[in-house]
Structure formats: C-alpha cells, structure tokens
C-alpha cells in the first residue's frame, strides 16, 4: 500500500473570533474562507471534512513532489490572504466580525502515512493512526499562528530538509511529544509580504454633480449599525419590500461593495450590486445600482444612517437617476419619479414597521 497525504488547512484565531465577534457575520466570513480555500485546491485533494475552522483534506497512495506540495501551500495562503484583503477594503459593515477579520491567520498541516478508511452515512473518510497524528500536530509549540508545519515522516518521503530556503520558506526543525510519543516535523512561518497576493477591483465612492431626485427622512428607534444590518442583509428584504417573487443572493456572503443580487418580480429578474458613496462624519452608507429597469439608464439608492442616541438614529434615503435619451428623461419626469417616491415610501414604512416589531420583541 502507497502511502497517503494528509493536509489540514486551520483558520488561526477562529475561538476568538467566534466568541468576541458578531455570530451570524463571523459565521459568513468563515465560511467565504473555507470555500476559498477549498477552491485553491490544485493537487486534486479530497475533502474529508469540515471541522468547524479547519479542513482535513487527503491524498489516496500518493504523495505530491516537493516542488507541488510547497506550491499548493502557496497557494493556499495566497487565496486567503487575498480575500481577507479584498474583505477589508470593500466592507460597508462596522460590526466587530468585518472589521476584525483581516486578523485571522492561516495555518497548514501535512503529514503522510498509510491510513484507512471507515463509512460514515456512507461518507468515506480517512482513519487510522496516522489521521489521529496528523491532528495531534495542530496543536504545537511553533510560536505563531501562521506558518505550515510538515511532519518528519512526510518531509523524509519529500526529500525536504531544514537547510531549503526561498522568499517564502524558511524551514525549522521542532518536535512535540503526544500521548508519549515524540512527533518530529519541520515549519516555516510565513511572511504574508512574500505572498503574491491576487488583485481585486476596489470600488470607489460614487460621486455625483446634481442633487439626488428625492430624499425621504425618517427615525427609527434602533441603534445605527442595527438599522444598517436589517437593510443590507438581503434575509429580511421580503419583510419589508413589496412585490418582489424572491430575492437570489449568496447566503454565505457578507453584503460588501461589489456584492450583487437580484430581485425577481414575475418573469423580470432586477440585478443590483452594493457601492458606496461620501457620507457625513459619524453616517453609515449603503448603496445600491441598478441598469435593470427601464426606462432608466441607471439608478442609485443610498441609505444614509446618522446615529442621534445610543438607540436611535435618522434614515435618510437618497435616489438617482441617469436617463441619456430626452425620450427617458420625460418618462422619468412624468412617471417614474412620482410612482418610485411613493414606491420608497412605503418601503421605508414597512421597514419602519418591521424593526420596531423586531425591537419590541427583544425588549419582551
């Protein structure tokens, strides 16, 4: 029998997170990191599992060169890395989970052996002593939180000894004991400036040199980041939008500037993406756009949050318009405008009534 590769990418400061954070955002930024990872796999690793902050991957009778192994590590780092930057420049939500998830780091464990497999609700998963092993080795004396630790068993297989040097690697010896065994590997910490990190689009503050074509005001007797969770997190548009069949939207995503969605009325699907704009000093700012319905060119809508108490703050919702053709911009004049403002309205009403029910319930 061949031997097999265990790999388990580890999301350091995961505990932490969880429990100084807010549960449902920190619960979507694992989440997005989890898939990301998985999706930088390119050794045709198998997925055994999920375990919560982690993923146990494996190889089956085959160990990947040196030269692959180093490369899908690098890999993985640098998809992580690069989507906690994108997570940092483009989030809108001030919540503690957004804000401080730039601070999670990375860790990859490998080890190799010859392992077994057992059927769990007709799953297939490694098991074995080397699998006990491979897990044991998550918890060491490395004094980081971001580096790739490979075992003496599997740095013998490799060929890979302390004295392999790169930009990127710089390998040490270390050892722990478990269960009164002594476990020998090789690590290198990582330095995320090494990384090649994949370039994103950063979208900019929309500007605009014309007065928006109406503002609707109003209170709402919920803090300001309260009111900005219940207007960006698209679970709760059909609370307060009317007319809409569904909303399509990805479930595992922190609403983000570049974010998209779509609004399904009868036949029509609507596509909107999430910007931002210049806000006034202490105001929370969430946009969206549109070139979906016609006769528009395009549409914005803004909603700004300025705090007044501890448990209060004003709404205000800005709308623009962008009609190119005199034909559009009459239609927009004569039609649209009045029927949106009424249209807007009534939303921010039902809004209105549906977060006072919500901070009702919650005082009760």
């Known amino acids: 029998m061949n031997s097999s590769l265990l790999f388990l990418p580890d999301i350091s400061g995961f505990t932490e997170f969880i429990q100084t954070t807010e ?92 392992i077994q497999f057992i059927n769990v609700q007709n799953n297939r998963k490694p098991f074995g002593k080397q699998v006990i092993e491979a897990h044991r080795l998550m918890k060491n004396s490395v004094n980081s939180d971001n580096y790739v630790l490979l075992s003496k068993m599997l740095t013998d297989t490799i060929h890979l000894s302390a004295t392999y040097k790169t930009k990127l690697y710089h390998f040490n010896s270390g050892s722990n004991i478990y269960d009164g065994k002594e476990l020998s590997y090789l690590y290198s910490i990582i330095d995320k400036k090494e990384l090649k990190l994949k370039p994103f689009q950063q979208a900019k503050k929309i500007e605009f040199k014309k007065p928006s074509a109406f503002i609707i005001e109003k209170e709402f007797p ?51 993406i999430t910007v931002t704009k210049k806000g006034k000093p202490s105001q929370l700012v969430y946009g969206e756009m549109t070139t979906s319905p016609p006769p528009v060119d395009t549409l914005y809508q803004f909603h700004c949050i300025s705090p007044l108490t501890p448990n ?53």
């Open 222 to 272: 919920v803090a300001a980041n309260e009111l900005l969770e219940f207007i960006t997190n698209f679970k709760y548009r059909k609370y307060w939008i009317e007319g809409v069949d569904d909303f399509e939207f990805n479930t595992n995503e922190v609403n983000r500037i570049g974010t998209e969605h779509v609004c399904v009325i009868k036949d029509k699907h609507l596509n909107f």
């Open 23 to 114: 549960v449902e955002h920190s619960q979507h930024v694992i989440a997005e990191l989890l898939e990301v990872l998985i999706n930088a796999n390119t050794e045709d690793l198998q997925l055994a599992e999920v375990e919560g902050d982690a993923l146990f991957f494996y190889k089956e009778n085959e160990i990947p060169s040196l030269e692959k192994l180093l490369a899908q590590v690098e890999q993985m780092f640098t998809a992580f890395y690069s989507h906690l930057k994108l997570l940092e420049k483009n989030r809108i939500c001030p919540c503690n989970a957004c804000s401080s998830a730039p601070n999670l780091q990375l860790k990859i464990i490998g080890h190799c052996g010859n």
């Open 312 to 364: 209060s703050c004003k709404l205000e919702t800005e709308v623009y318009f962008e009609a190119k053709s005199p034909i559009k911009k009459l239609l927009l004049f004569l039609f649209l405008k009045r029927t949106l403002k009424k249209n807007t309205e009534h939303a921010i009403d039902k809004l209105f009534d549906f977060v006072t029910n919500i901070n009702t319930k919650k005082i009760n």
